[in-house]
């Protein structure tokens, strides 16, 4: 397996209520590595940006609204096999669908507010850790 990197977001509904650590804790313990964080207020036009992909749907304006309503924590997570890991350990994107001790199962409050985003594939790994940090900035 090789070792990947994913770009990691811990979400306004979880900022809020003080969840950083423990989510943190849960990559960790699955073997991650954080190699570049920082904490940061997006606009909502920057979420936007992000998650422009999903313009067309209907919960676009929702989801943008969302990502600039507080504090996110954007990570660079690495270690074998980093994308599906972190998925793994993220959990299904609906919290009601979530396997029992991933993230979500435990912190997510809804399926617009659940706590964590992941990147799901090499190509929007590399694109998404580019949004957020330089090179210089991920130190592994
Ligand atoms: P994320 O993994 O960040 O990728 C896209 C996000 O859109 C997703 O997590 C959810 O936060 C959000 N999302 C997906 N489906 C819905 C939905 N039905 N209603 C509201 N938000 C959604």
Known sequence: MAIERTLSIIKPDATKRNLTG??????EDAGLRVV????IRLT?????QFYEVH???PFYDELCEFMASGPVVVQVLEGEDAIA?????????????????????EFAESVGENSVHGSDAPDTAAQEISYFFSGLEIVG
Do not use: C, S, W
């Open 22 to 27: 423990k989510i943190v804790a849960k990559f």
């Open 36 to 39: 570049a964080q920082k904490r």
């Open 44 to 48: 909502k036009a920057q979420a936007g």
């Open 55 to 57: 313009k067309e749907r």
């Open 85 to 105: 890991k972190n998925r793994e350990v993220m959990g299904a994107t609906n919290p009601a669908d979530a396997a029992p001790g991933t993230v979500r199962a």
